[in-house]
């Protein structure tokens, strides 16, 4: 819903790879919990012999998952984007009180949202989106 288009071209390119070189095992990681679940639907529904196995988020002290995506973040704002992630694991608060909290500390909020016990969000802080989900 908020980046159409996106999950078509990535799931052609791994069913292109896929079929191309026939792996008995495919990882990916939880960071990405959309992708991976319809990369996984996509490996079953075309009855692809491969298994998929999702790999858990690696998370810095500070709660942040880790991410290509940090090296872009200055030092200062890798201390600000774990709030992010920090506040996305507080069971006690609604997907509506994160986000006003977010809002309060400077993030444009892209969407935070609880499906099927997990929480996902994607945040942007300056010119950099982040997304983190975590299961509750």
């Known amino acids: 819903e908020y980046r159409p288009g996106h999950f078509n ?14 792996p008995t095992r495919s990882y990916f990681g939880e960071k990405d919990y959309q992708q991976y679940q319809l990369i996984k ?10 298994e998929v196995i999702a790999c858990p988020i690696i998370r810095a002290d500070n709660n942040l998952a880790l ?3 940090n090296n872009r ?3 200062d704002e890798i201390i600000h984007a774990a709030n ?16 006003n909290k977010l809002s309060m500390l400077n993030f444009k909020i892209d969407y935070i949202q ?13 010119d950099g989106r982040l997304i983190d989900n ?3």
Do not use: W
Request: with cysteine; aromatic share 6%.
């Open 9 to 22: 071209g990535m799931l052609t390119i791994v069913l292109k790879m896929h079929c191309l070189t026939l």
């Open 41 to 50: 639907d996509m490996i079953e529904a075309y009855l692809l012999p491969t």
């Open 67 to 69: 991410s290509s995506r």
């Open 73 to 75: 973040l200055s030092k």
């Open 84 to 99: 992010f992630s920090n506040l996305l694991k507080d069971e006690k608060l609604s997907d509506e009180q994160i986000i």
């Open 114 to 126: 609880t499906t099927n016990n997990r929480r996902f969000g994607a945040v942007y802080l300056n």
């Open 134 to 136: 975590v299961e509750l």
